[in-house]
């Protein structure tokens, strides 16, 4: 079993991630098998989480990227997606969802809050976020592999 919880102790947003290999009991030995930490001030990476049922891929949101301080109008978030290495282990950056990668033409994704709702299928192909009532859908299914 995998579990991802994000640390809010951190300013800026990290992601750290544990795996067992019995069902979750008291006694229960947890191993870090992961730390994805933000890389970007104020961006809150890990504000919402979302894993795999094979807890292979991680869904997190970070709707502060870009914040701007001094014009927060401006800021806005995004959605990144991760899998686990099957060799190594480790988490790689596979798939991202930010300003540039706006869902259509008539609807924009540069607010503050962009991604902090997310969802995603269960086969983990059709990743869901938006923001002030609008939702915005996007194929993951290519970036998997």
């Known amino acids: 079993m995998t579990v991802a919880v994000e640390d809010t102790a951190h300013p800026d947003g ?3 991630i544990y795996q067992t290999d019995q069902q979750p009991n008291p006694n229960s030995v947890w ?6 930490v933000a890389t970007v001030p104020y961006e809150s990476l890990g504000a919402n989480i979302r894993l795999s049922s094979d807890g292979t891929c991680l869904l997190a949101s970070a709707p502060g ?39 259509s033409p008539t609807v924009s994704n540069r607010t503050w809050g962009f991604g902090y709702n997310v969802t995603i299928t269960k086969d983990f192909t059709t990743l ?4 002030d009532k609008h939702a915005c859908v996007y194929d993951t299914q290519s970036n998997l592999s």
């Open 14 to 16: 990290r992601i750290v």
């Open 128 to 131: 869901i976020t938006g923001y």
């Open 65 to 103: 990227t870009n914040y701007t301080p001094h014009w927060p109008g401006d800021s806005h978030g995004s959605v990144r997606m991760y899998k686990q290495d099957s060799t190594t282990g480790a988490w790689t950056l596979k798939y991202t969802v930010d300003k540039d990668t706006g869902p």
């Open 31 to 36: 191993t870090q098998t992961g730390d994805i």
